[in-house]
């Protein structure tokens, strides 16, 4: 595992920023990975595209974590500079109606294993799972080679209330599992999809060893305000130990 990103998540200060698993804009791209360097991010997970890899590994001394549900495309991707992969991002395609069973996230996992025998690999648990079925997954998961468990759900949350009771809503799904799975399983669990610096805390007090922050970031036009919430995200992580310590 990259020693940046073995470290932070054994102190439980990971924060990864997502650009998004269909995101090519090269551009696009770049703003968001140079804000989560400049804010303080430990890694970056990008689209699993050797050009775009190519293009940000000039750009950032941050790992690259390269997102995919496609095997062959994840080891492209590490030939072409990424350091780490992620069998994930699933939410960008719930909408168009994909889902992704246990057994087909099992399947990916054990030939993405087979063709990157040495590479750190994440791997996602559809939160469309019930949670029982989600802490099963995680284990086979570890079992079949995962070395990270990263949660989802906030894209599929239906918040009722504004403000702070609904960012608590929308990370709901991503916390449970969070919790559940971190105390099933040997290896790092990343809390992710729809948490803000309000959640993060509540992701690292479920278990978790670190968050993956994505709209709340790449949602934004203007460099400065990118910057801004990830460092919010690094201050809530910050806090989140001193909370557990009081």
């Not at 062959?72 to 780490?84: I, P």
């Not at 909408?95 to 025998?117: K, N, Y």
């Not at 239906?158 to 449970?176: C, D, R, V, W």
């Not at 803000?196 to 992701?203: C, G, R």
Request: hydrophobic letters at 45%; one cysteine or more.
């Amino acid at each position: 595992m990259n020693r940046q990103v073995e470290q932070a998540l054994k102190a439980r200060q990971a924060l990864k920023v997502i650009s998004g698993l269909n995101n090519f804009d090269l551009s696009r791209v770049s703003m968001i990975v140079q804000a989560a360097e400049a804010g303080g991010a430990t890694f970056v997970d990008i689209a699993a595209e050797p050009n775009l890899v190519r293009s940000i590994g000039r750009l950032t001394s941050l790992p690259i974590c390269v997102s995919a549900v496609d095997a062959q495309q994840l080891a492209k991707a590490v030939q072409a500079g990424a350091d780490l992969v992620e069998i994930g991002n699933f939410d960008c395609f719930y909408a168009q109606g994909r889902l992704f069973s246990a057994e087909e996230v099992l399947a990916l996992t054990r030939e993405t294993r087979t063709l990157l025998p040495n590479t750190t690999l994440s791997v996602t648990v559809p939160h469309i799972l019930p949670l029982d079925e989600q802490v099963t997954l995680a284990q086979i998961l570890v079992e079949n080679g995962a070395d990270i468990i990263q949660t989802e759900g906030g894209t599929s949350s239906q918040p009722t209330h504004s403000g702070i009771l609904g960012l608590m809503e929308k990370a709901a799904p991503t916390l449970a599992a969070a919790y559940a799975i971190s105390r099933a399983v040997s290896v790092p669990v990343l809390c992710a999809s729809g948490l803000s610096d309000v959640t993060v805390p509540l992701a690292i007090a479920s278990g978790a060893a670190g968050v993956g922050v994505g709209s709340a970031i790449n949602r934004l036009n203007e460099p400065l305000a990118m910057v801004a919430v990830v460092r919010g995200l690094v201050e809530a992580l910050q806090h989140s130990l001193t909370y557990s310590q009081v």
